[in-house]
């Protein structure tokens, strides 16, 4: 069984920083891209950073230049560091990724159980 388990949210006042991670665990054969969304209670879940397996990235337009997306291809974790925070990122930030089980599998999307990310004013 896949798990992805987040850590690194908590409390932090605006213009702080914080550093999210994503532990995938379990059988795993290969992961493809993996990614960071938020979502706000009553909105929809959006795209906060992504990377692919070979270390491309793209970023939502809000937080480009603030936050970066890296990864650990050994560790199968993936990790956010937030810098410069403002209050209209509190939100519950999710993992995703896109990874097979079997080497036989398909690609599917695994999902984290979330962590909340709080920025105070």
């Known amino acids: 069984q896949v798990q992805l388990v987040e850590s690194g949210g908590g409390l932090v006042q605006a213009g702080g ?3 999210l991670s ?3 665990s379990g059988i795993i054969s290969s992961i493809n891209a993996m ?5 706000v209670l009553g909105k929809q879940r959006e ?3 992504r990377i692919t397996s070979g270390g491309s990235t793209n970023y939502a337009d809000p937080v ?3 936050f970066t ?17 403002k209050p209209e990122d509190t939100a519950v930030y999710y993992c ?7 080497a036989w599998s398909r690609f599917e999307d695994y999902w984290g159980q979330g962590t909340q990310v709080t920025v105070s004013s």
């Open 64 to 66: 480009k230049g603030r």
């Open 47 to 49: 795209l906060v950073a």
């Open 96 to 102: 995703a990724a896109d990874l097979k089980v079997w």
């Open 35 to 39: 990614g960071w969304y938020r979502q």
């Open 22 to 24: 994503c532990a995938a």
């Open 69 to 85: 997306i890296s990864r650990d291809n050994a560790k199968n974790t993936v990790y956010l560091q937030m810098n410069s925070l």
């Open 17 to 19: 920083s914080l550093r």
